[in-house]
């Protein structure tokens, strides 16, 4: 059974930083592409990034781009989402999921970022 | 970038109806689409993806046709389980964007 677990979440100020993490199994991790996707608070969904199955190719939303970056460890089978110069519209929930063409997607439960002083 | 526009967003509808969300691409997007429910205050859960394949352990009363720029996601049978937020997603190219979403209300 596939498997996706976000944590990191959490309360930062503006401008602080903060890491999330997304713990994969059940699937092989390294031949899947995958993304970080949110959700503000009583908003609609939005992709904020994407990377290969291989971490060589990074993807950006035009409004993390510069502030955020996507990575993997395929021996820890974890992506990351690496989050600086946080601000208020960051806060939101930000969920991992699958991201292949041509197989299902499968999402995590999602994880809370709250950027306020 | 490409824009996913969702019709209708918001549709009230009974108990055991059939109802068709439409989801329509600025472009094509050949079957690189993928439905999503929403309930409050949980995750996305997928229910279609390339378009027209239902993801495991989905209710075969949802189906999804189109390709290119015009999509629709067919409920039958409703059940109050079904009113939800739906999205729709493409992923033929970079930016991933989604509609603003259909909400699903029981009548």
């Known amino acids: 059974e596939v498997q996706l677990l976000e944590s990191g979440g959490g309360l930062v100020q503006p401008g602080g930083s903060l890491r999330l993490s997304c713990a994969a199994s059940?699937?092989?991790?390294?031949?899947?592409?995958m993304s970080w996707v949110r959700q503000a608070p009583g908003k609609g969904l939005e992709w904020v990034s994407s990377?290969?199955?291989?971490?060589?190719?990074?993807y950006y939303a035009g409004s993390v781009k510069g502030r955020f970056t996507t990575s993997r460890d395929n021996s820890k089978n974890t992506l990351y989402l690496q989050m600086n110069s946080l601000r208020a519209e960051d806060t939101a929930v930000y969920y991992c999921?699958?991201?292949?063409?041509?197989?299902?997607?499968?999402w995590g439960q999602g994880t809370l970022v709250t950027v306020s002083s | 970038d490409i824009q996913m526009t969702q019709s209708p967003s918001s549709l009230s509808a009974f108990v055991g109806d059939r109802v068709t969300l439409t989801c329509r691409a600025s472009?094509?997007?050949?079957?690189?689409l993928a439905w999503f429910q929403q309930r409050p205050g949980k995750a996305p859960k997928s229910l279609i993806y390339?378009?027209?394949s239902l993801q495991s352990g989905v209710p075969s009363k949802f189906s999804g046709s189109g390709s290119g720029t015009d999509f629709t996601l067919t409920i039958s049978s409703l059940q109050p389980e079904d009113f939800a937020t739906y999205y729709c997603?493409?992923?033929?190219?970079?930016?991933?964007?989604f509609g603003q979403g259909t909400r699903l209300e029981i009548k």
């Open positions: 999921a699958t991201q292949t063409r041509s197989a299902p997607p499968n």
């Open positions: 990377i290969s199955g291989n971490g060589v190719s990074t």
């Open positions: 390339d378009a027209s």
């Open positions: 997603q493409q992923y033929n190219s970079y930016p991933i964007t």
């Open positions: 472009q094509g997007i050949s079957n690189y």
């Open positions: 059940g699937f092989s991790f390294s031949t899947y592409a």
